[in-house]
């Protein structure tokens, strides 16, 4: 079209117009089958092209023999070691799991463990600190303290022989005697050889006329724990009150048979002992023992008071 245009113009010298034309008629058909053949290669090059487009054969249809046959064998096995190695995998993951759970449980099993016996160990030592402090309250005669410090301590350690036989105690010196008794008891009941109890029931039991029981006790506590002035004075004056100034009432079984009214049998009752001692000796051993007030008590008895 340039060509033309600058033809049409006269543009151009005569030997290149004459070239021009003889290139317009000799060549036209030339450039326009090359024309056509560019735009077959840009169809062919986009994908448009029909002709371009394969065509596939259709997938060969499944034989009623195979189809009855089912699948390989080793399709089969294939199939079954993938659902192994699946299985296997999960009972791994499921090992490491429990381990890492049972660890876990373990540590804590651990922690609560050392913190139990943290809190056992603190306690024990504010038991300790509660009975020293009643300790030091009784040898003050501050019963009020004394008391208070071994509820304390009941709250701490409930099943304490040691804990209730102090309260009780406590109780007996401020005048509270069936208080006193029921936690003597108890004392007991958690320890049948608890020394303290043993003679502070006596004397519960002495003060509110049971002196059968009194003596009992004494006999038990004094067969335990022979030098105990408290309890030689106490076991005198109760068989004073009995009638035995001598250590010889008609009540008093014979040398070597056993304790007739006595709930424990196994208890060797000392009135049963030939050559026991009489309220006098319990009084001069009392006294020997250097316990306050045994002297007079002696004293009194060797006059016939």
């Known amino acids: 079209q340039a060509l033309n245009a600058s033809i049409c113009a006269g543009a151009l010298p005569s030997r290149l117009l004459v070239a021009a034309m003889m290139f317009c008629g000799c060549c036209r058909e030339d450039l326009a089958r090359e024309r ?9 090059r986009d994908g448009v092209c029909e002709l371009a487009v394969p065509v596939l054969p259709p997938p060969p249809k499944e034989s009623a023999a195979d189809a009855a046959a089912g699948p390989s064998d080793a399709a089969v096995a294939a199939v079954a070691e993938k659902a192994a190695q699946a299985e296997r995998k999960a009972a791994a993951e499921k090992a490491v799991a429990d381990k890492a759970a049972a660890a876990a449980d373990k540590a804590a099993a651990a922690a609560a463990a050392k913190a139990k016996a943290a809190e056992a160990k603190a306690q024990e030592k504010q038991f300790a600190d509660l009975l020293q402090t009643a300790h030091e309250a009784f040898g003050k005669g501050d019963w009020d303290a004394v008391l208070a410090a071994y509820t304390d301590a009941l709250a ?53 006329g049971n002196l059968d029981g009194a003596i009992e006790d004494y006999n038990k506590k004094l067969t335990l724990a022979p030098a105990d002035g408290r309890a030689l004075c106490g076991r005198g004056e109760a068989r004073l009150k009995m009638g035995d100034r001598d250590g010889a009432i008609t009540e008093r079984p014979a040398p070597g048979s056993p304790w007739p009214w006595n709930s424990t049998p196994s208890v060797p009752c000392m009135w049963s002992l030939p050559g026991h001692p ?5 009084f001069q051993f009392a006294a020997q023992l250097s316990y306050p007030g045994a002297r007079e008590l002696l004293s009194a008895a060797r006059a016939g008071k």
């Open 36 to 44: 056509e053949m560019d735009r077959e290669d840009e169809v062919r």
């Open 156 to 208: 701490l350690q409930p099943l304490s022989a040691t804990a209730w036989a102090g309260r009780g105690g406590g109780r007996l010196r401020k005048g509270a005697m069936q208080e006193a008794l029921a936690e003597l008891d108890e004392a007991l009941r958690l320890d049948e050889n608890h020394l303290f109890a043993l003679r502070d029931r006596a004397e519960a039991r002495h003060k509110t």
């Open 278 to 282: 009489s309220p006098k000796e319990d």
